[in-house]
């Protein structure tokens, strides 16, 4: 790049005379999600200097015309419309109403002149669609919804789509991943305008923790995403979930797919929103996450039944992801099952003891002999299927809701 390139390239960063960092335009459009819209409006809106929270201008923004319905058949007037954008040096997309359509032309526009004016332009959750559509994202790292991260990369393959994080700071333009994390992202602005001080009090007022370390990986789940479906990829995909228990590399699935690896990077991430060889260690990861929650295998057991060729490797990779070594994951992950929760196999007979099952019918006690009778697949309250095997997970002892460890991963501030 050329040293005229070069000025011209910082000129264009330098916030134009006109527009102020610490006024703040958020940018509503009718169908947004309520909790996403509140987020920036409560952080930079709210005057808290008693608290030594440095104060904010708040301009809330119609990118459409009103009146702006919301989740929960609310409407919403805002006071001002686009050209309040030209104002400000900070300006917040906090949601999109729906990741398939596109947005409004005009809205573009304002915030392509915002940027190219020096603006700092923030997307939250799924905001993020919008900065992508007006080609503020090209080429560069971003963030949202891990439900979504897949079709951002699809839709936009010139971004650099990120699942993993809670968000990504690349100067000048932010992202977010879903709900809470925009509330991790407002509190990141706030730091790197007025430093770590004030930041802690407004995450004091807010009863929330000054920054959340990790990442989204614990929230991720096994489901594929809904456009990978149609895909010929869809079948090397369902295969590596199936076959997670078995040591193969990328190289065996860019096989099955009969492609390149390199064809096959490409296409993989396209799909998915991540690189092939991080989606399958993240998908080990949660496997292993799985067994240590639902069973009593030693954690080298649960190395080897997660595909990894070593307990090390597992312990690395475990920590580098949930912030936790595989055991204290599952010592809290037991701490923190309600007292109420039925037992799983992590409580079945130790080995030297004999499970009522195993004893003969003139071993057991009475109520033993009953509550077998009961239960047997004739009895009169058979349920239709076999317990799990001791030692082995069963098919409906994991929820997406349980308990999760947050990570200790930091992103550097700035």
């Not at 989204?216 to 076959?243: F, M, T």
């Not at 057991?364 to 239960?375: D, F, Q």
Request: proline letters at 9%.
């Amino acid at each position: 790049m050329s040293q005229d390139s070069t000025a011209a390239t910082e000129a264009a960063r330098k916030l134009s005379g006109r527009r102020r960092r610490e006024i703040v335009a958020v940018l509503l459009f009718s169908g947004g999600p309520i909790f996403e819209s509140s987020i920036p409006l409560s952080v930079f809106g709210i005057d808290r200097q008693d608290a030594g929270v440095p104060r904010y201008r708040l301009l809330v923004c119609a990118g459409e015309d009103g009146p702006l319905r919301t989740t929960g058949g609310l409407e919403l007037t805002a006071p001002y419309g686009l050209e309040a954008i030209a104002r400000a040096g900070t300006v917040v997309v906090p949601a999109w109403r729906s990741i398939t359509s596109p947005p409004p032309p005009d809205a573009l526009d304002a915030l392509r002149r915002a940027h190219e004016e020096g603006a700092r332009i923030v997307g939250l959750c799924t905001g993020a669609f919008v900065l992508a559509a007006a080609g503020l994202l090209d080429g560069r790292p971003a963030t949202t919804h891990w439900m979504y991260a897949p079709t951002l990369a699809k839709r936009y393959p010139s971004v650099h789509v990120d699942p993993r994080e809670l968000f990504v700071d690349d100067g000048d333009v932010l992202t977010s991943a879903g709900t809470a994390a925009g509330i991790d992202l407002c509190l990141h602005i706030v730091r790197t305008d007025h430093g770590s001080e004030a930041a802690g009090a407004l995450a004091r007022r807010l009863v929330v923790p000054p920054r959340r370390s990790g990442g989204q990986e614990r929230y991720l789940d096994r489901s594929l995403p809904e456009e990978i479906g149609a895909d010929p990829l869809a079948e090397v995909v369902a295969w590596a979930l199936e076959h997670l228990h078995e040591q193969f590399d990328v190289e065996t699935l860019a096989a099955r797919a009969y492609m390149s690896r390199r064809t096959f990077d490409r296409r993989f991430r396209s799909l998915t929103g991540s690189a092939p060889l991080q989606w399958l260690i993240t998908q080990r990861v949660l496997q292993a996450q799985r067994l240590l929650e639902t069973s009593d295998y030693s954690v080298d057991e649960v190395a080897g039944r997660c595909g990894f060729r070593s307990p090390v490797a597992l312990r690395g990779h475990f920590r580098r992801q949930l912030g936790s070594s595989p055991a204290a994951y599952r010592s809290a992950y037991r701490a923190r099952r309600p007292q109420s929760e039925p037992a799983a196999v992590a409580e079945a007979p130790v080995p030297h003891q004999r499970s009522p099952h195993e004893r003969s019918q003139h071993e057991r006690s009475p109520h033993e002999r009953r509550t077998a009778a009961a239960t047997a697949p004739n009895g009169p309250t058979a349920i239709g299927h076999a317990p799990p095997e001791p030692g082995k997970p069963g098919s409906d002892l994991y929820a997406s809701g349980r308990p999760v460890l947050p990570g200790q991963r930091e992103r550097p501030v700035g």
